[in-house]
T-cell receptor, first 116, second 110 residues
Framework: DTAVSQTPKYLVTQMGNDKSIKCEQN?????MYWYKQDSKKFLKIMFS???????INETVPNRFSPKSPDKAHLNLHINSLELGDSAVYFC???????????????FGEGSRLTVL | DAKTTQPPSMDCAEGRAANLPCNHS???????VYWYRQIHSQGPQYIIH???NNETNEMASLIITEDRKSSTLILPHATLRDTAVYYC???????????FGKGITLSVRP
């Protein structure tokens, strides 16, 4: 079983379209994240949810809207796609770090978005 | 936030130990040092973390200097599959967000 799974793995679309990327984790974690890795390979955090509540919201355009229907899912919806949105988007999850666990992040395999 | 400095790249021979350095001279007393790696086109993978003491797990060892201003990740017997970008990250407090820098590209040669 894949711990953190994202769909789709590849997405090619036209500018101006709206698209969603889905993420599910079966690790029982209470925190989930979205990261963006651009063509220069910099990995930047976008959002973080803890128990379905938004706790981290970096400077991301309003066109990006995360939705967490439950602890195991964090979806990313992007409106009015632009060329600069082309990147690999990684979902991750973790358990709140305290004694007994490392707080490590488990990442999905990424969703490569190409905007034409 | 404490910041880390890593060389951009290094290489080592297969089967030899790979020693990856990281400087974090402004680290605070409650900040942990985490290491992740990203193999080409895959999601980052946790390797190890530590606070003050040296740590070892099945993947690697982490050596932290006594003044905590630097650390070294050691892969004891590097294989070709260890070729990846390795990120040294200092977390400013428990459960804070991970901020990835440029990392160090390790190339393991046959």
């Amino acid at each position: 079983d894949t711990a953190v799974s994202q769909t789709p793995k590849y997405l090619v679309t036209q500018m101006g379209n709206d698209k969603s990327i889905k993420c599910e984790q079966n690790l029982g974690h209470d925190t989930m994240y979205w990261y963006k890795q651009d063509s220069k390979k910099f990995l930047k955090i976008m959002f973080s949810y803890n128990n379905k509540e938004l706790i981290i919201n970096e400077t991301v355009p309003n066109r990006f809207s995360p939705k967490s229907p439950d602890k195991a899912h964090l979806n990313l919806h992007i409106n009015s796609l632009e060329l600069g949105d082309s990147a690999v988007y990684f979902c991750a999850s973790s358990q709140y770090r305290d004694r007994g666990n490392t707080g490590e992040l488990f990442f999905g395999e990424g969703s490569r978005l190409t905007v034409l | 936030d404490a910041k880390t400095t890593q060389p951009p790249s290094m290489d080592c021979a297969e089967g030899r130990a790979a020693n990856l350095p990281c400087n974090h001279s402004t680290i605070s007393g409650n900040e942990y040092v985490y290491w992740y790696r990203q193999i080409h086109s895959q999601g980052p993978q946790y390797i190890i973390h530590g606070l003050k003491n040296n740590e070892t797990n099945e993947m690697a060892s982490l050596i932290i200097t006594e003044d905590r201003k630097s650390s070294t990740l050691i892969l004891p017997h590097a294989t070709l599959r260890d070729t990846a970008v390795y990120y040294c990250i200092v977390i400013p407090g428990a459960n804070s967000k991970l901020t990835f820098g440029k990392g160090i590209t390790l190339s393991v040669r046959p």
